[in-house]
């Protein structure tokens, strides 16, 4: 950040009165602009013992697989944006389950949370999709994951074997989210 | 938003190409500015049987009691934020347990995240507080209790006795958070 995105003025960095970090402060209106890490919503959604992967048709990670996951949106709860993102990216309506999984992608700013689905609908290729697939534990391309975060997911997705056993924490804090 | 924070020049709100949302583009470098919803990490700490809360003495809320909470930094864990906040507003050190809550603040634009925590030090007054006090399950002020996310937390954490029985997810559409 250059500018204030209020009055469109320069900003400097400095330590707020009563705060205890740098922020971007405006040097006109003086407001203080924090930057927060983000939210990504994702969803492991399975279908007579297979989860729902998609392969990705975007950068980064292009041609990779991954657990249908995107940044969560204004306006929707934690639940409901993993199944936009289902619905968005393999055209798949799921039944959500319970939250199990939490990554913490330091590095990135960002806080990754999953969410078990049953999938109660045909799937299908979405705009950021170059191919949607079920896939056992066995069959599932481990080498080929796009994301640590979404790896991690998986894995204790099969360990659980369907019971809540809580949410599974993991911290990343150096290699790409 | 008004301005760009990349080259201070004005914004316009359209869909961008591939998106299905409004956002803040950028009428010169072309930069789309995005706004997600932002992460409040907070903690319940208990020290034989008793709970640590924290009385505000800033707005919101001046004067009501509440779970020592706030914003997620970037930098940090979900984990270290409610460590953070706990030793910020009530000079406590925290051994954290597991996450437990989750309360979507819809309206808002936060998800809250709630740790079960041991209290490892003594406790005292930080600068965002007037008061800090133990509480048993008996004593807590329900009525005076500074947001509904905290109060949902508090009593899912009593509810729990102390087992780890996943994250227990509310949502809040309308009320102040």
């Not at 319970?98 to 913490?104: P, S």
Request: glycine fraction near 10%.
């Amino acid at each position: 950040m250059k500018f204030c995105s209020n009055c469109g003025c320069t900003v400097s960095y400095r330590v707020p009165e009563g705060d205890n970090r740098e922020r971007a402060i405006c040097d006109s209106c003086n407001i203080v602009h924090y930057r927060n890490p983000l939210v990504v919503v994702g969803c492991v959604a399975e279908q007579d013992g297979k989860v729902l992967l998609c392969k990705r048709s975007i950068e980064p990670r292009y041609g990779y697989w991954t657990v249908p996951a995107g940044f969560m949106e204004l306006g929707e709860t934690v639940a409901g944006g993993a199944a936009r993102e289902t619905l968005e990216e393999a055209l798949a309506t799921v039944e959500l389950g319970h939250l199990f999984a939490m990554v913490d992608v330091v590095h990135a700013g960002q806080v990754h949370l999953f969410y078990t689905g049953r999938l109660i609908s045909d799937f299908g290729v979405g705009e950021e999709t170059l191919e949607s697939a079920l896939f056992s534990e066995d069959e599932i391309p481990w080498d080929d994951i796009a994301f640590q975060s979404g790896k991690f997911a998986l894995k204790k997705y099969f360990e659980d074997r369907g019971k809540n056993r809580g949410v599974h924490v993991h911290e990343l804090r150096r290699s790409p989210s």
